[in-house]
């Protein structure tokens, strides 16, 4: 199309009579920035999120004195990751962990996958992606009788570590009078390779777990170290 000033008006030399004047034309450079621009921020918010589940150190907190278990996931300096809420008169576990005390934006799950099994066999799932990222399972009698050890599996359930508590503290726990009052000492083996540790601080009332995870391979998704350490903290601290 072509504006005649003379007549002020646009001609179109396809059908060869006069039109409205045409719509703005976007260049395409602009016509992509929108688009582009959401992707980045879509990015930016997906590498923030994972970025909270790539750290070396956490803290895993109980709240004190609570009708049901309460538990805070934090960093290195103490500022909430997650927030988990175990639910009372459960048939199997479902532990889902949000951003925060609302319980509005959730993160990740853990799940059992059986009903009243003593095995504890849990699903550790991405709830934004609802995929698997690993699987625990207690390993009942020595849990029970000498130490705790939990199997660890890759999203396709083959066995690839463990967490196992330190032997001479977890018979003293078990066996010694006032032993509840000894933490909790466990290290984390991928491929029998040592990776992260996992401690209780001693005290008298309420549950601080230490984690340390530096050495853990980028393979391993950290949020199944947690899941477990969570599991830990629930169950373990209620059979003793």
Same mark, same amino acid.
């Given at each position: 199309?072509?504006?005649?000033?003379?007549?002020?008006?646009?001609?179109?030399?396809?059908?060869?009579?006069?039109?409205?004047?045409?719509?703005?034309? &976007?260049? %395409?450079?602009? #016509? &992509?920035?929108?688009?582009?621009?959401?992707?980045?921020?879509?990015?930016?918010?997906?590498?923030?999120?994972?970025?909270? @589940?790539?750290?070396?150190?956490? =803290?895993?907190?109980? =709240?004190?004195?609570?009708?049901?278990?309460?538990? @805070?996931?934090?960093?290195?300096?103490?500022?909430?990751?997650?927030?988990?809420?175990?639910? %009372?008169?459960?048939?199997?576990?479902?532990?889902?962990?949000?951003?925060?005390?609302?319980?509005?934006?959730?993160?990740?799950?853990?799940?059992?996958?059986?009903?009243?099994?003593?095995? !504890?066999?849990? #699903?550790? &799932?991405?709830?934004?992606?609802?995929?698997?990222?690993?699987?625990?399972?207690?390993?009942?009698?020595?849990?029970? @009788?000498?130490?705790?050890?939990?199997?660890?599996?890759?999203?396709?359930?083959?066995?690839?570590?463990?967490?196992?508590?330190?032997?001479?503290?977890?018979?003293?726990?078990?066996?010694?009078?006032?032993?509840?009052?000894?933490?909790?000492?466990?290290?984390?083996?991928?491929?029998?390779?040592?990776?992260?540790?996992?401690?209780?601080?001693?005290? !008298?009332?309420?549950?601080? @777990?230490?984690?340390?995870?530096?050495?853990?391979?980028?393979?391993?998704?950290?949020?199944?170290?947690?899941?477990?350490?969570?599991?830990?903290?629930?169950?373990?601290?209620?059979?003793?």
């Amino acid at each position: 199309m072509m504006f005649w000033e003379k007549n002020q008006k646009w001609w179109c030399k396809t059908c060869k009579q006069y039109r409205l004047a045409p719509p703005a034309i &976007v260049p %395409a450079q602009q #016509a &992509v920035q929108q688009p582009s621009a959401q992707i980045a921020a879509h990015q930016e918010a997906h590498a923030a999120l994972t970025g909270i @589940w790539a750290q070396n150190n956490y =803290k895993i907190r109980k =709240k004190v004195l609570a009708l049901t278990n309460q538990y @805070w996931i934090q960093d290195s300096q103490e500022r909430t990751l997650g927030y988990a809420k175990q639910k %009372a008169f459960r048939l199997k576990e479902d532990i889902r962990i949000f951003t925060d005390e609302t319980m509005k934006n959730e993160l990740f799950k853990i799940q059992q996958q059986q009903v009243l099994d003593i095995t !504890m066999t849990c #699903a550790v &799932v991405d709830s934004r992606l609802n995929q698997v990222l690993g699987y625990v399972k207690r390993k009942v009698l020595s849990s029970m @009788w000498s130490r705790s050890e939990w199997e660890i599996f890759d999203r396709f359930n083959t066995l690839i570590g463990g967490i196992y508590e330190n032997k001479s503290s977890g018979a003293m726990r078990r066996w010694m009078p006032g032993g509840s009052l000894v933490p909790i000492k466990t290290q984390l083996t991928l491929n029998n390779y040592p990776v992260a540790d996992i401690n209780q601080q001693f005290k !008298m009332v309420g549950d601080v @777990w230490d984690i340390n995870c530096v050495q853990v391979p980028p393979y391993f998704d950290r949020r199944v170290l947690l899941g477990c350490a969570l599991l830990m903290g629930m169950i373990e601290r209620q059979q003793r």
